[in-house]
């Protein structure tokens, strides 16, 4: 199916339905979508985790090659579906060398242990045995078969990135949208002490010889990329939270820094605005009429002016939140005022106005 998405060419939704795993769930777009048009063909039970099993054969048919997003309105590697069915699913895609697919979760660990599995491998190879008899021999990881994290934030990246780093694929990638906080990849100091992902694999950390994971990573340096594509993407929508226009800027330059293809793929609902459009010298103050004033005001606020700001941050559930902080007078006042360190103005746009203009640049690389 067509889609909207601005990193792909088609979708390929052959699970729909989820459950929420981390903040970046909290507003999910599919969600909303699903709720919408429950009980139709495309959703007929709503957003619960539902198979699609006519739909699995679809690639098959499609001639022209695309991009194609494997699962926009789920997420493949839920605990809701069988391994049988996501080995269907690798058998396709093995057997439609015309597409580049791009599957994104939010649960690297079983995806980890799955991918990595000859029996799951063995699985794929009798579906594409079934699909295609005498088909042959096939590489893996598949070469045209695209894996991602969705990283929200750097906890979830810590957690999410080591995950997808140990999975075996042609190429790797991360979405980090909605982004709702700063992220480092430059991480080699980095590490986390959590128990491993699936709760299954046998593990001793050498360093604390205990059964905890204890897995330092380094994502992209400049002889090990390990990373080979980065999407950036600020929230849409009416509950939208805030991108801070400095965390797009840092990916940015840890890309560049790293020759990693950079993606920028929205600003979403809310994006950067000037603080203050000045109507007069401050100085001097107003010296025209009443109504010169009112037109001035208007032009000032047309030109994108704000009274917003983001960048202050509370703790919840052990989660950093960001919100917007609203001053208490219009921003083409005459007074002197700054924001405070770290913060950012931001405006209200909406999606389509905000754009994806990162500094007046539009960043759309891909993976060679």
């Given at each position: 199916?067509?889609?909207?998405?601005?990193?792909?060419?088609?979708?390929?939704?052959?699970?729909?339905?989820?459950?929420?795993?981390?903040?970046?769930?909290?507003?999910?777009?599919?969600?909303?979508?699903?709720?919408?048009?429950?009980?139709?063909?495309?959703?007929?039970?709503?957003?619960?985790?539902?198979?699609?099993?006519?739909?699995?054969?679809?690639?098959?048919?499609?001639?022209?090659?695309?991009?194609?997003?494997?699962?926009?309105?789920?997420?493949?590697?839920?605990?809701?579906?069988?391994?049988?069915?996501?080995?269907?699913?690798?058998?396709?895609?093995?057997?439609?060398?015309?597409?580049?697919?791009?599957?994104?979760?939010?649960?690297?660990?079983?995806?980890?242990?799955?991918?990595?599995?000859?029996?799951?491998?063995?699985?794929?190879?009798?579906?594409?045995?079934?699909?295609?008899?005498?088909?042959?021999?096939?590489?893996?990881?598949?070469?045209?078969v695209w894996l991602g994290v969705s990283v929200e934030n750097q906890k979830w990246a810590d957690i999410r990135i080591p995950a997808l780093l140990e999975t075996p694929a042609a190429v790797r990638f991360l979405s980090c949208e909605p982004l709702l906080g700063p992220i480092d990849l430059f991480a080699g100091d980095h590490s986390t002490h959590e128990r491993d992902f699936d709760g299954n694999d046998d593990y001793i950390c050498l360093d604390c010889s205990t059964d905890e994971r204890h897995v330092p990573w380094r994502v992209i340096d400049r002889s090990n990329l390990g990373i080979?594509?980065?999407?950036?993407?600020?929230?849409?929508?009416?509950?939208?939270?805030?991108?801070?226009?400095?965390?797009?800027?840092?990916?940015?330059?840890?890309?560049?820094?790293?020759?990693?293809?950079?993606?920028?793929?929205?600003?979403?609902?809310?994006?950067?605005?000037?603080?203050?459009?000045?109507?007069?010298?401050?100085?001097?103050?107003?010296?025209?009429?009443?109504?010169?004033?009112?037109?001035?005001?208007?032009?000032?606020?047309?030109?994108?002016?704000?009274?917003?700001?983001?960048?202050?941050?509370?703790?919840?559930?052990?989660?950093?939140?960001?919100?917007?902080?609203?001053?208490?007078?219009?921003?083409?006042?005459?007074?002197?005022?700054?924001?405070?360190?770290?913060?950012?103005?931001?405006?209200?746009?909406?999606?389509?106005?905000?754009?994806?203009?990162?500094?007046?640049?539009?960043?759309?690389?891909?993976?060679?």
């Open positions: 199916m067509a889609t909207k998405i601005e990193w792909t060419d088609e979708t390929w939704n052959v699970v729909t339905g989820c459950t929420k795993v981390s903040p970046g769930c909290d507003n999910c777009y599919a969600e909303t979508i699903a709720h919408r048009f429950a009980g139709s063909k495309a959703f007929p039970n709503g957003f619960d985790v539902t198979l699609h099993e006519a739909r699995i054969s679809q690639p098959l048919r499609w001639k022209r090659s695309a991009r194609v997003f494997v699962n926009s309105m789920s997420d493949l590697f839920h605990a809701d579906v069988p391994d049988d069915f996501i080995a269907r699913v690798f058998a396709v895609m093995s057997l439609s060398p015309q597409h580049t697919f791009q599957v994104l979760t939010k649960r690297p660990g079983r995806m980890r242990s799955l991918l990595s599995n000859r029996e799951f491998l063995a699985l794929v190879d009798d579906h594409r045995e079934q699909l295609r008899p005498d088909c042959g021999d096939f590489a893996w990881p598949l070469p045209n080979d594509w980065v999407i950036v993407g600020g929230e849409s929508g009416p509950k939208s939270r805030a991108m801070h226009p400095d965390w797009a800027r840092s990916l940015r330059d840890q890309c560049a820094t790293a020759g990693v293809p950079f993606f920028m793929k929205q600003w979403g609902e809310w994006g950067p605005a000037p603080f203050i459009v000045r109507i007069c010298d401050p100085n001097v103050g107003w010296q025209g009429t009443e109504e010169e004033l009112a037109a001035a005001k208007a032009d000032s606020e047309a030109r994108g002016a704000t009274h917003v700001h983001t960048g202050n941050w509370y703790v919840e559930d052990g989660e950093r939140r960001y919100h917007l902080h609203e001053i208490g007078h219009k921003p083409w006042s005459l007074e002197r005022v700054g924001l405070p360190d770290g913060t950012a103005a931001i405006r209200r746009w909406g999606k389509k106005r905000a754009g994806r203009e990162l500094d007046g640049r539009v960043h759309d690389a891909f993976p060679a």
